[in-house]
Every structure is written in structure tokens, then in C-alpha cells.
């Protein structure tokens, strides 16, 4: 499932580097139906790069179905992880965005960890950084995965795995952590 054209890298023989790891998301909703939850890593590709993007990441997903599950739920869930990844507490906001997988959708921002949310050139002078996508898997995904909708519900994130990194131990350009300077990648083997 492409993101988009200015997402996508493609090759002229048609294949496709992977974009996002949401077809892992389908796939175990199919195999296992509901109740479930897991997270699912993997190595993705954009067509991005500057301090905060790079054209190839890791991505980490979560997918949660069950009864009842609400968006105070997948609310509480980035909170929790928020604080207990950067060991403080930190303001998150949720934005809505679109995702054509999930309704509502957001995108998750914190404060700036570089300038305590007051504005700095890592988070563009807006005092947030934005982390995350989430939402509320779409009726129509869980129908499709094999799952009744009237029954059950759930919610899905995606994060980079390596901005995160980035974030939580202070570096302020993202492509460091993949020019192969292992002055500066040594510091993080006792991590």
C-alpha cells in the first residue's frame, strides 16, 4: 500500500521499496483475527532527508483489537510510552490528520526536547516535534481483516524508531546515526 508519489521509491521494473509497515498489521488481523495486539518493526523508505528524515528508517507499528477499545486508550498508551521512554514528563498534543486506514486520525506531537518546547531549528520554532500517526482502525479495515466491527474495535501508531532515538538522547541531526562514524556511534553501545 504506497503512501503516495512523494513518499514512494520505486524502481523503472515496478518494484517498491517499502513505505510503511502496515501490511504486517492486515496480514495478523487475517491470521489471527481479534482479540490482538502486537507491534510490528521493519525497515522502511521515503523520499525524504534533512536533520529529521532520512530517505531509509525504521519504523515501529501497534495494532490493538479488542472489545471496548477506545481512543482514551490509544491516548493513554503514547502518553505512557512518552514518559516512560525520555524518563519525564513531557506535553503531547494530538493533531487530526487523515489516514485512509483509520478514522479519526492523528498525528502525535511532543514538546521539543531541545528547547523544552519554547523553539528551537530541530523543531522549526513551533516548540513541537511530531513523533507519531494514530487512530482508530477504520470498520471497513476490520470487515476486510475477517473481523466483525459491530463487536470489536481498535486502534493502530506508527513511530520512527530512529527519531525517537534522536530525540531521546539529545542528537540534533538524524543522519548522523548513518554515516558510519563509529566515534559517534560507539556512545550508544552500552545502551
Not at 26 to 37: D, K
Not at 66 to 82: P, T
Not at 88 to 109: C, H, I, K, N, Q
Not at 130 to 144: D, T, Y
Request: aromatic share 10%; hydrophobic share 40%.
Amino acid at each position: 500500500i504506497p503512501r503516495g508519489r512523494c513518499t514512494t521509491r520505486s524502481f523503472p521494473d515496478g518494484k517498491l521499496l517499502r513505505t510503511h509497515t502496515s501490511p504486517v498489521q492486515v496480514r495478523a488481523m487475517l491470521e489471527r483475527g481479534a482479540p490482538i495486539a502486537i507491534i510490528a518493526p521493519g525497515r522502511v523508505y521515503r523520499c525524504d532527508s534533512d536533520m529529521t528524515h532520512s530517505p531509509m528508517f525504521h519504523q515501529v507499528e501497534g495494532l490493538k483489537v479488542g472489545e471496548g477499545v477506545s481512543f482514551a486508550n490509544l491516548k493513554a498508551i503514547l502518553h505512557g510510552f512518552l514518559q516512560a521512554f525520555f524518563e519525564r514528563d513531557l506535553a503531547m498534543r494530538l493533531r487530526p490528520s487523515f489516514f485512509p486506514f483509520t478514522e479519526p486520525s492523528a498525528e502525535v506531537d511532543m514538546s521539543c526536547v531541545f528547547c523544552d518546547g519554547r523553539g528551537c531549528r530541530t523543531c522549526k520554532y513551533t516548540g513541537w516535534l511530531e513523533i507519531a500517526g494514530c487512530g482508530m482502525v477504520h470498520p471497513n479495515v476490520l470487515k476486510a481483516s475477517g473481523i466483525d466491527a459491530e463487536r470489536f474495535s481498535g486502534y493502530a501508531f506508527g513511530a520512527g524508531i530512529d527519531r525517537l532515538a534522536m530525540l531521546r538522547y539529545g542528537v540534533s541531526d538524524l543522519r548522523l546515526f548513518f554515516e558510519n562514524d563509529l566515534r559517534f556511534l560507539e556512545q550508544f553501545r552500552t545502551l
